[in-house]
């Protein structure tokens, strides 16, 4: 009777600690595919930034920020916290990487976060370059005098 007690007993410690390391690998894999959990990850750490749009890249361990003032922003899953930070301009140096899927950044300010980031697609990538090199959004061009008829002038 009693080895079939510890069986049983023995069964449960397997389940349990099976069932624990699933949801371990699960929460581990997730991310930051929820933009939900880094929009309130990035207010708190910046709350006075607008946040416009969010890029995760390919595995979810990274999240690109494009805030309302054409600034950029950068979030990485450090295991049991995130690192937030807002790139200011001049800051950063971007280059493709071979796949054509993601771009190799240089953080000059925050070198430990530098690294080589692959997106899903090279639209996205493309995208996020943009962000980080300021050129998203062109400046309005200035409006010009009208210009003046040559033929008109000359009769």
Not at 46 to 72: C, M, S, W, Y
């Amino acid at each position: 009777m009693s080895i079939i007690v510890w069986c049983v007993i023995f069964a449960i410690v397997i389940l349990i600690a099976f069932i624990s390391t699933r949801m371990a690998a699960q929460n581990k894999e997730d991310g930051f595919h929820d933009t939900g959990l880094a929009i309130i990850e990035f207010n708190r750490a910046f709350p006075k930034e607008a946040i416009r749009q969010l890029q995760a890249t390919a595995d979810g361990q990274a999240v690109f920020v494009r805030l309302h003032d054409n600034k950029a922003g950068f979030m990485r899953s450090m295991q049991r916290h995130y690192s937030c930070h807002v790139i200011e301009a001049g800051r950063v140096r971007v280059l493709s990487s071979e796949t054509g899927c993601g771009l190799n950044v240089s953080f000059l300010d925050a070198p430990h976060h530098s690294g080589t980031f692959e997106f899903a697609s090279a639209k996205e990538a493309s995208e996020v370059s943009l962000w980080l090199l300021g050129n998203y959004v062109a400046e309005p061009d200035k409006a010009l005098p009208p210009e003046r008829s040559s033929t008109a002038n000359s009769q």
